[in-house]
């Protein structure tokens, strides 16, 4: 089924965008449904992919705004699995999660594309209508950021 | 910083990314119970729902092809002692044999409810007839949805299946179905 497979397809990237998993599937809800109300608005039925992509993108943007407004403890189910890995690791990843406020709205897009969903820029480029360059640039970008954040937290 | 911390640092720095992607987390599959709910809710051709569909007379169109497998699964079943060289693959499993024509395709995939929509678990693979993928695919008996992905970018539903059913985007999914007897529906 068509929500299905968009789930699995961009619910690690929701989950990324927006920094928690009942928020990304709030902002998964509502993409699916606006997206069913304004069938209308898609002049390429063929293009559906991209088009639910962007509403979707739009309303992980729109979940961290209000998120970032809302009290910390409303946030109970955390983006991260707690994993078996070295105490290291994890305390490495929980601090790129922090670092990602970091970005601009165009380079976590990015990052999260490039990074968590293991897409190629070509891929990227497609659903983002952006150039492979320019995705590029901004990926870099992202990680010099992040790679910042981190070395000061780290004293390295 | 000299050289040998910039390098270490480099490689933390990718073990930091490598942790934090891998334990991202998926969205539950109850979501997607709750989005069709409210979609049936703001849909009146989504109320009619699935199983009224299926209990209601609906044209059936199958291929021969289809059929005379079909008919053949069928009479293997009933065949005394036979079952192990039928087209069951195990108990309350059947073996459906799919098809189509795309002759200016690369690859051909099946994706559908039976695989979680994966487009890379079931590959078609081309025939000798010009132009034509096919498959066989061990299913278990009930109704299924699914869909060919071409060159892994165009999913078009099977235009030969006996039913198609909207997805409730405006787009449809084909129906395939399959009784306890073995017997295809496609």
Not at chain 1, 2 to 11: A, C, K, N, T
Not at chain 2, 138 to 149: A, Q
Not at chain 2, 171 to 184: D, E, K, L, M
Request: proline share 4%; net charge neutral.
């Amino acid at each position: 089924m068509l929500v299905e497979r968009y789930r699995i397809e961009f619910g690690r990237y929701a989950t990324a965008m927006v920094g928690d998993q009942d928020t990304a599937e709030d902002a998964l809800q509502e993409a699916f449904i606006r997206a069913f109300q304004s069938l209308q608005s898609c002049r390429e039925p063929s293009r559906f992919k991209h088009w639910f992509f962007r509403i979707l993108t739009n309303q992980c943007h729109n979940a961290r705004a209000r998120r970032r407004t809302e009290p910390l403890d409303q946030h109970d189910t955390p983006a991260r699995e707690r994993a078996d890995r070295p105490m290291e690791q994890d305390e490495l990843g929980r601090a790129i999660e922090g670092a990602l406020n970091e970005l601009t709205a165009e380079q976590r897009e990015a990052f999260v594309m490039k990074h968590v969903d293991g897409r190629s820029y070509e891929e990227i480029a497609e659903l983002l209508g952006a150039g492979v360059d320019a995705l590029k640039m901004r990926v870099y970008r992202a990680r010099e950021v992040l790679r910042k954040k981190l070395e000061g937290l780290n004293g390295a | 910083m000299n050289d040998k911390s910039s390098e270490l640092s480099e490689d933390r720095f990718e073990l930091a990314l490598a942790a934090y992607a891998a334990g991202i987390r998926q969205p539950a599959s109850g979501l997607d119970n709750a989005v069709m709910a409210r979609v049936r809710s703001l849909s009146p051709r989504g109320r009619r729902g699935f199983l009224q569909w299926l209990l209601a007379p609906q044209r059936v169109n199958v291929r021969p092809i289809v059929l005379a497998f079909a008919a053949s699964v069928a009479l293997l079943l009933m065949w005394p002692g036979r079952a192990a060289d039928t087209g069951l693959a195990s108990a309350g499993t059947v073996l459906v044999r799919f098809e189509l024509v795309a002759p200016e395709a690369s690859t051909v995939s099946l994706a559908g409810s039976f695989n979680s929509w994966s487009q890379d678990a079931i590959r078609l693979v081309p025939s000798a007839a010009p132009g034509l993928w096919t498959a066989t695919v061990p299913l278990k008996v009930g109704s299924h949805e699914y869909l060919f992905v071409v060159d892994g970018q165009r999913w078009i539903a099977d235009p030969t299946a006996h039913a198609q059913v909207a997805d409730g985007f405006g787009q449809t999914n084909s129906i395939i179905v399959i009784s306890p007897r073995g017997v295809v529906k496609s």
